[in-house]
């Protein structure tokens, strides 16, 4: 078993900037790749961005130039640092690690992009 523990979400004006970060705990020695989705109210879950094991990045059309994905295996957390927020950012954002065939995910955190 894989837990996953975000942080970092919270209350920012457009145009300003938030750093989440989520951490892998448990059984992570085989834990492959990890990413960062998102959902608003009344949407599906849609991909943010995601990074392989060895830093192979992957991001939606709607975040590219804006946020970067970067991960430290060492410290088996990923971070998704968000610049030049927008309001449409704003969502419920969940952490995915993948172990051979099974996703994990944390249990989200909020992020409001709102003057």
């Known amino acids: 078993q894989v837990q996953l523990v975000e942080s970092g979400g919270g209350l920012v004006q457009p145009g300003g900037s938030l750093r989440l970060s989520c951490t892998a705990s448990?059984?992570?020695?085989?834990?492959?790749?990890m990413g960062w989705y998102r959902q608003a109210p009344g949407t599906q879950r849609e991909l943010v961005a995601t990074i392989s094991r060895r830093g192979i990045t992957n991001y939606a059309d709607s975040v590219k130039g804006r946020f970067t994905i970067s991960r430290d295996n060492a410290k088996n957390t990923v971070y998704l640092q968000m610049n030049s927020l927008k309001p449409e950012d704003t969502a419920l954002y969940y952490c995915?690690?993948?172990?051979?065939?099974?996703?994990?995910w944390g249990q989200g955190t909020q992020v409001t992009v709102s003057s």
């Open positions: 448990g059984v992570i020695f085989s834990i492959g790749a």
């Open positions: 995915n690690a993948k172990q051979v065939l099974t996703d994990y």
